[in-house]
């Protein structure tokens, strides 16, 4: 049976959803493009107009965890975000 942290911080959240304090502290972001693949290393983020590979601190707090098609999941306050691209 999984705790209520694991299903927590497995949880995806959307910036809206995401609690006010982290609402505002969440950085603005410019994401101008991004390449999902099947083959891992080939998944990128352009953010700020810098390429960035699943794992980066893509801004200060903010981890870059998986590129979907379309989508990226970013890892915040130890809360996972949906992004579009």
Do not use: C, W
Request: glycine share 8%; net charge positive.
């Amino acid at each position: 049976m999984a705790s209520d942290a694991s299903t927590a911080s497995s949880r995806i959240y959307t910036v809206a959803e995401l609690p006010a304090d982290a609402q505002q502290a969440f950085p603005k972001l410019s994401i101008s493009g991004g390449v999902y693949s099947d083959n891992v290393a080939q998944r990128m983020l352009i953010v700020n107009g810098q390429v960035f590979n699943e794992g980066s601190e893509i801004a200060p707090g903010v981890v870059l965890e998986l590129v979907r098609s379309r989508t990226a999941v970013l890892k915040f306050r130890g809360l996972r975000v949906s992004h579009p691209y």
